[in-house]
């Protein structure tokens, strides 16, 4: 079973939100992909955390491609969007109150209706080098690239960045630089996290 846990690295996805949302409110639709979503906690803190910085009206127009591999990860969630209490314990109280509900099984909470629908989950091979749309806002790929070879690395960065609009965002994890064939890319958009904006 994969690694993961809501609101994973919260100092990055809010740094994200508050640096993309002027560019992706720009569309009509906010094409998100996550790459390597393993079991959901993180597509699905990403939408709340965009979720608290726009309006309803708004949200509704986020559309969260959670993609990856091994499609056993995915379980129950996309049937329900549900999980056993204990996962959800380092959610902050008043976010939990707002976009949890009680499930039908006892012990797991039910994400809202309204977040569920901003996440759609697809198995997708990042190794494909196919990407699942080419028209992305922002792309998310974080914990998953240490995982390939380098030449694998140089690939999969090459593919986002033919998959992100102009101006498009990608972000990865702290600890993953970009590979020095890829900077030319992208720009950096903070020294504060590892975000950043499709060069053309
Ligand atoms: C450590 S988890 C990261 C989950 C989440 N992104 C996070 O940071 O919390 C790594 C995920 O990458 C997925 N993965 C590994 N190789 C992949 C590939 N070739 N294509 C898509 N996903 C892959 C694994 O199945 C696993 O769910």
């Keep these: 079973m994969a ?32 790459a390597g979503c393993a079991m959901g906690p993180e597509p699905y ?21 959670a993609t990856d591999v091994d499609e056993s990860n995915f379980g129950t969630i996309i049937a329900r969007g549900a999980y056993p209490e204990v996962e959800l314990k ?9 976009y949890f509900e009680p499930d039908t099984e006892p012990g797991y909470w039910r994400l ?10 697809e198995r997708h091979d990042l190794l494909s080098l196919k990407p699942v749309r080419n028209d992305f806002g922002l792309i998310l790929c974080k914990n998953v690239l240490l995982h390939f070879t ?11 960045h033919a998959a992100l609009n102009d101006g498009g965002f990608f972000v990865t994890e702290q600890t993953q630089k970009l590979p ?11 020294s504060a996290a590892q975000i950043f904006q499709k060069l053309n």
């Design 3 to 34: 690694f993961t846990f809501f609101f994973r690295d919260t100092q990055t996805l809010e740094l994200l939100a508050e640096l993309a949302l002027p560019y992706l409110k720009r569309s009509m639709y906010i094409r998100i992909w996550d």
């Design 45 to 65: 803190s990403l939408a709340i955390i965009l979720r608290e910085q726009m309006s309803k009206f708004l949200f509704r127009n986020v559309r969260i491609f």
């Design 90 to 98: 380092r959610i902050p109280p008043e976010i939990f109150a707002k």
């Design 112 to 121: 809202t209706e309204e977040i569920r629908r901003a996440v759609q989950f």
């Design 150 to 160: 380098p030449a694998q690395r140089i690939a999969v960065i090459q593919m986002f």
């Design 180 to 190: 020095p064939e890829t900077e030319s890319l992208f720009g950096a958009v903070t």
